[in-house]
């Protein structure tokens, strides 16, 4: 089950022998979908964790006054 996880984070492994040489990665829709949001996450942890905290106590408050 690893190596299909694995195999689908990657993608298929493709060739180009145009200007700019190299190997390419294929990738599946979900794989791309995924990246993009760990890839947000790495970059912005800071502020969504900050976020999140300061929604909740603003929740909690809330529902402790009512």
Do not use: C, Q
Not at 14 to 31: L, Q
Not at 36 to 45: D, G, I, P, S, T
């Amino acid at each position: 089950m690893l190596k299909k996880i694995r195999s689908w984070w990657i993608g298929e492994e493709y060739y180009i022998e145009n200007v700019f040489p190299g190997i390419r990665y294929k990738r599946h829709w979900t794989a791309i979908t995924t990246r993009a949001f760990v890839n947000f996450y790495l970059n912005h942890w800071k502020w969504v964790w900050s976020t999140i905290i300061a929604v909740s106590s603003l929740i909690i408050a809330y529902l402790k006054l009512t």
